[in-house]
């Protein structure tokens, strides 16, 4: 009987995780080298007008940070996001209360990049996987 060669699942499934993970790791640190420092820097500034720059710079999520997910911290920051929404439409001052809530958002957003870090090292394991199926189908395919 005759063997099957499963070497372009195997390559496949070394190739397709590992260009995901690329991608999701390439947000993730973007995220977390670029967006959120100064999303915070802009946070922690005593003027209102900074504050309204880093809210409407985290106003977006980001890839695993949607704020539309059910939970506990997702619904402390969607309340808060129709609180400062409403304080940017209306042109009213932020002030060092609100830093609070801002700060809230932020960490949902550093979370959220910290699980696209961890989402492709978990895809960089499952590429590592396939390619060393491949590599020991190729070798019993000889």
């Known amino acids: 009987m005759k063997k099957i060669d499963d070497s372009k699942i195997y390559l496949t499934i070394f190739i397709v995780p590992l260009i995901i993970g690329a991608i999701i790791c390439g947000i993730s640190l973007y995220s977390i080298m670029l967006v959120e420092p100064k999303a915070k820097a802009l946070i922690n500034s005593e003027i209102s007008k900074s504050m309204k720059e880093g809210y409407i710079i985290l106003r977006e999520g980001g890839l695993f940070a949607k704020y539309n997910h059910w939970d506990s911290d997702g619904d402390i920051v969607r309340k ?24 809230e958002i932020l960490k949902r957003r550093e979370s959220g990049s910290k699980l696209g870090v961890k989402t492709s090292v978990f895809l960089l394991i499952v590429s590592l996987t396939g390619l060393i199926a491949y590599i020991f189908e190729r070798r019993s395919a000889r």
């Open 80 to 103: 808060s996001l129709r609180y400062f929404d409403n304080k940017i439409y209306n042109e009213l001052e932020m002030t060092k209360d609100d830093k609070r809530y801002l700060n």
